[in-house]
């Protein structure tokens, strides 16, 4: 090949090998500044044959491709999840106050049930913590006992309604037609009419007074919306492959629902779950103010906001501190169920 006086380039296999090079094809940018001299006219096609540079070998392909390490959707997840730091915040807050409403009651020597009539509306100090109410009982216990009972409601009046919930959105949308219909024409009439006036009337035929029985009247309400938005998401799946693949193999209606769509679509339902929580809580707190929750002496949060409603003008702390960890609760649950709803959508993940 003859020699273009305007270059200072090795252009042959041997050179190529002389410097450690392997070589795939040429360009002008493939050279660093100042390793070769040539202009802009030196350069033309047909100036150099196949057989004057060596291919890369197949394991050199990769040597400046950048891999990331292998992940799982679960760690994912999680570490879009940290980088929400509100919602890593009021995670741990919520830890804190479900591990205080187990101990804190033992941390002190007094019940939340007896009275010190020595010791009526006493202020917040270093032998009641967080003062007395009215009958001399001691708030610390009764604030925790009762945060106990509030919490423990919102907990299974979420998760008894949307398992549910789950299932009958799950058969409505798997089977469609008739049956999707029947289904969704009853639910559209019973949401009609708002909850609370459900939960009264519950409350008042089954009776107040006891964790039962508001659980079951918040279940026989709660459970139609869980059961609309799972009903979306198996329309959703089960068109996928993974569904029409299984349905292939032989897999029953039933296997599919719970095997397949059902947890397919759990990411969604958690953050409803957990932005339900708040809500349960608003509505325990409601019906024990008007006398419809929990019975005295026995305190939730929302009986404690009772009790302290003639006491606000002169003793402002009873009905302050019970009402802050009402407010504190729901918006932690509200932060954290967004913190998963961006972790868990792959369109907002960081």
């Not at 610390?140 to 398992?163: E, F, M």
């Amino acid at each position: 090949m003859a020699e273009n006086p305007g270059k200072k380039i090795k252009n042959t296999s041997e050179a190529s090998k002389e410097e450690g090079l392997e070589v795939k094809g040429i360009k002008k940018d493939d050279f660093a500044k100042g390793d070769y001299d040539f202009g802009e006219s030196d350069f033309k096609e047909g100036d150099f044959d196949e057989g004057d540079f060596d291919l890369l070998s197949s394991d050199s392909s990769g040597q400046e491709t950048m891999v990331r390490k292998p992940s799982s959707y679960f760690k994912d997840v999680m570490r879009s999840f940290r980088k929400n730091k509100l919602a890593v915040v009021s995670l741990v807050i919520l830890c804190l106050l479900i591990i205080m409403v187990i101990i804190a009651p033992m941390m002190t020597k007094y019940d939340y049930f007896s009275n010190d009539y020595n010791a009526i509306n006493n202020t917040p100090n270093a032998k009641h913590w967080f003062g007395t109410d009215k009958l001399g009982r001691d708030l610390w216990t009764r604030v925790w006992v009762g945060g106990r009972v509030s919490l423990l409601i919102a907990i299974l009046a979420t998760i008894i309604p949307y398992a549910i919930g789950m299932t009958v959105g799950g058969i409505s949308g798997y089977f469609g037609g008739k049956v999707d219909m029947v289904i969704m024409r009853a639910i559209d009439v019973l949401m009609g009419i708002p909850d609370l006036i459900y939960m009264i009337l519950l409350m008042m035929i089954l009776g107040s007074g006891n964790i039962l029985t508001l659980v079951i009247a918040m279940t026989i309400t709660g459970w139609m919306s869980a059961a609309r938005t799972t009903r979306g998401l198996v329309l959703q799946f089960k068109s996928r492959d993974f569904v029409v693949a299984s349905e292939t193999l032989g897999a029953s209606p039933l296997r599919q629902i719970f095997k397949h769509l059902i947890p397919n679509s759990l990411g969604i339902l958690i953050v409803g779950m957990t932005m339900t929580i708040p809500s349960v809580i608003f509505y325990e707190a409601f019906l024990s103010f008007i006398g419809l929750g929990i019975t005295p002496p026995n305190p939730s949060w929302g009986q404690l906001i009772k009790n302290a409603v003639d006491q606000f003008r002169y003793n402002p702390y009873q009905f302050l501190i019970p009402c802050s960890f009402v407010s504190l609760t729901m918006l932690c649950f509200n932060f954290v169920g967004d913190g998963l709803r961006d972790a868990l959508d792959p369109k907002l993940r960081v």
